[in-house]
């Protein structure tokens, strides 16, 4: 009898250890309620994104292909440069200037009353009597630092007199618009010199135009009485 009420009994803890785990088992969340909801991702959803793609690819490409507002323009090509030549018979004219040779001669002194140029040993001055016309509405001028020479192929540099040959006044100064100015230039030469290459660029930049001229002794010639 006492064995039979032992069974019992354990067989009444066995129904309620049952019953507890029934029960705790049927409570436990399920490992799915614990994932993140992940949005349903539809097929229009998916077409929306390509579309936006293929409208982002385009605005890229549009801004790629619009073109660079500080572009460099190629630069326009140089106007060709005139190299007129002019000697002692022939000048140069165009609408913008006109150039003469009217004398050609040289001078061991050039004296005044108050002043007395020399020139050195073995040399003497050479000096070239220009005529030029401004055909312009404005000033041009003669500028100095564009004339270069050589003479017997040597570079040589012009000279500056206190005197005025034959009463004449340098080249290098202004010519009012529409008007003419006759001057001279100078350089001191050896007394055998030869020849002579001048070449003027002061209108290269306003007249596309580069000026040159070779003389030698045979082209001696007297300029006009100064006016």
């Known amino acids: 009898m006492k064995?039979?009420?032992?069974?019992?009994?354990?067989?009444?803890?066995?129904?309620?250890?049952?019953?507890?785990?029934?029960?705790?088992?049927?409570?436990?969340p399920s490992s799915l309620s614990n994932m993140q909801e992940v949005p349903y991702e539809t097929s229009t959803s998916k077409e929306d994104d390509k579309n936006t793609e293929r409208e982002t690819g385009k605005k890229e490409e549009n801004v790629k292909e619009k073109p660079d507002g500080n572009i460099t323009q190629e630069p326009k090509e140089e106007e060709q440069i005139i190299k007129a030549t002019i000697d002692t018979q022939t000048g140069y004219s165009d609408?913008?200037?006109?150039?003469?040779?009217?004398?050609?001669?040289?001078?061991?002194?050039?004296?005044?009353?108050?002043?007395?140029?020399?020139?050195?040993?073995?040399?003497?001055?050479?000096?070239?009597?220009?005529?030029?016309?401004?055909?312009?509405n404005d000033k041009d001028y003669i500028n100095v630092n564009y004339l270069s020479a050589k003479v017997d192929g040597k570079e040589v540099k012009n000279t500056v007199l206190f005197n005025e040959p034959?009463?004449?006044?340098?080249?290098?100064?202004?010519?009012?618009?529409?008007?003419?100015?006759?001057?001279?230039?100078?350089?001191?030469?050896?007394?055998?010199?030869?020849?002579?290459?001048?070449?003027?660029?002061?209108w290269k930049d306003s007249n596309n135009l580069s000026l040159n001229c070779t003389f030698t002794p045979k082209d001696y010639f007297d300029p006009p009485q100064y006016n």
Not at 101 to 108: E, F, R, T
Not at 192 to 200: L, M
């Open 95 to 136: 609408n913008q200037c006109q150039i003469s040779v009217i004398g050609l001669k040289s001078y061991k002194k050039i004296e005044s009353k108050l002043y007395k140029d020399k020139a050195s040993k073995n040399k003497k001055f050479l000096v070239l009597f220009l005529e030029i016309i401004n055909k312009k």
């Open 3 to 28: 064995k039979f009420f032992q069974m019992i009994s354990v067989n009444i803890f066995i129904i309620i250890l049952l019953t507890s785990c029934g029960e705790d088992n049927t409570n436990k």
């Open 166 to 202: 034959e009463g004449f006044k340098t080249i290098f100064q202004n010519i009012e618009p529409q008007n003419t100015l006759r001057g001279f230039i100078v350089w001191e030469v050896p007394d055998n010199w030869k020849k002579i290459k001048i070449i003027y660029n002061g």
